[in-house]
């Protein structure tokens, strides 16, 4: 079992002019190591993974740093209201740059996977397919799939300003996966939600959207609803499925050094 460090970081994110929080799970190993961006449901912060479950215990055992973001309610998105935050652009650009910067990593978008639940499900998703560039995995539980799509059910809980505010299809994963299939096909995409959560049929009906692209990913099913007990099981196969499609990467990186 490998010792880690966990660090809370206060830095300066320059594309939202002020402070921001991440949560950073460090192996006490030699590095560079492959990173996980880890994002938050609604009502959380970058504290919530760690309060909420046994990650530090989970991450024990891989070769991987985490990384847990605040991204307070922004779906993850560019907010275009007057006195919007572009989150969008904190994590793909001031967090992703400021852990290279910082930490031991492989600084390289097949060392890098992203993951979340709910609202941060979604935007797992969702910043993957906007930046295959920046990341090579993505992982999402329970996720908010129908935020920002055309189509949107009777029941949407997420139909708000943001969303209304939004260039059209610039933050639908539905759009963005049949806009580019082939650099989605480059990304390894695996989600899943409980049979009980209200936000399943969001899941079934994105599976069935990428088998129709003929976009490979995994997806399951399983007993449970939307909350803690479900995630704290099911982020087990999320970190197992991300470190193993980028170890080989941060191998033969530090393989250089």
């Given at each position: 079992m490998a010792d880690m460090a966990v660090c809370s970081v206060d830095f300066h994110g320059q594309a939202l002019g002020r402070l921001n929080?991440?949560?950073?799970?460090?192996p006490q190993a030699p590095g560079p190591f492959a990173v996980m961006y880890l994002l938050h449901g609604i009502g959380g912060d970058?504290?919530?993974w760690h309060r909420g479950m046994g990650i530090v215990r989970y991450v024990e055992e891989l070769d991987l740093m985490v990384v847990m973001v605040n991204g307070a309610r922004s779906f993850y998105t560019n907010d275009p209201r007057k006195g919007g935050y572009a989150y969008e652009d904190h994590v793909v650009k001031d967090v992703v740059g400021f852990v290279d910067a910082t930490f031991p990593t492989v600084a390289k978008r097949q060392a890098r996977g992203l993951a979340g639940n709910s609202m941060g499900g979604y935007g797992a998703m969702m910043l993957a397919l906007r930046h295959p560039d920046v990341f090579s995995v993505v992982s999402a539980h329970s996720s908010a799939l129908f935020f920002g799509h055309a189509d949107q059910p009777a029941d949407n809980a997420y139909d708000d300003d943001l969303m209304?505010?939004?260039?059209a299809g610039e933050y639908d994963c539905f759009a963005l996966a049949k806009r580019n299939p082939a650099k989605a096909r480059e990304l390894a995409i695996r989600f899943d939600c409980g049979r009980e959560d209200h936000l399943v049929e969001?899941?079934?009906?994105?599976?069935?959207?990428?088998?129709?692209?003929?976009?490979a990913h995994e997806y399951a099913e399983h007993?449970?609803?939307?909350?803690?007990?479900?995630?704290?099981?099911?982020?087990?196969?999320?970190?197992?499925?991300?470190?193993?499609?980028?170890?080989?990467?941060?191998?033969?990186?530090?393989?250089?050094?």
């Open positions: 929080n991440i949560e950073v799970i460090v970058h504290t919530s209304r505010a939004l260039p969001a899941s079934r009906r994105f599976h069935a959207h990428l088998d129709r692209l003929g976009i007993d449970g609803g939307h909350d803690w007990a479900y995630w704290d099981e099911h982020i087990r196969r999320t970190l197992r499925f991300v470190a193993e499609k980028l170890k080989t990467s941060a191998a033969q990186a530090r393989g250089t050094h």
